[in-house]
């Protein structure tokens, strides 16, 4: 299982966490999906030879009419090292932050997250735990 989350400071960048099942957590700097990049993104964590990308988009075309970043949603995937990619699904709670999840199961289930800052950001990978 993989869980990620990131941080949102000022600038807009901020800190992907992520956590396998059977190991320790993993980071890296980003930037945090925006408005104006169609809420895009494309993370990468290393950690000793473990290699994994995460990327994603918005589900449909259009952006929404409201500013309001709530409810949005996308989906994207995880591939780790070249092996098999997972299908992801996510969900914007806020402007900054937001959760998502794997929707296949192969090699195991996971999770990401992201907000302003790490106590925030833990708190929406714990929703994304909890949503499955």
Avoid at 22 to 30: M, S, T, V
Avoid at 35 to 60: A, H, I, M, P, T
Avoid at 75 to 85: P, V
Wanted: glycine share 10%; charged share 25%.
């Amino acid at each position: 299982m993989l869980s990620a989350t990131a941080c949102h400071t000022d600038t807009g960048q901020g800190i992907l966490v992520a956590k396998f099942e059977d190991a320790q957590l993993l980071k890296a700097k980003i930037i945090l999906p925006a408005r104006e990049d169609r809420y895009q993104f494309n993370f990468e964590l290393r950690q000793g030879r473990k290699v994994c990308s995460l990327s994603g988009q918005l589900d449909g075309k259009k952006l929404p009419d409201s500013e309001d970043c709530e409810g949005i949603k996308g989906s994207g995937k995880i591939t780790c090292n070249g092996e098999h990619s997972r299908k992801v699904e996510w969900k914007m709670t806020s402007c900054n932050g937001g959760y998502g999840q794997s929707v296949e199961n192969k090699g195991g289930h996971v999770y990401f997250a992201f907000a302003h800052n790490k106590e925030r950001a833990l708190d929406q990978l714990a929703k994304a735990q909890r949503a499955n």
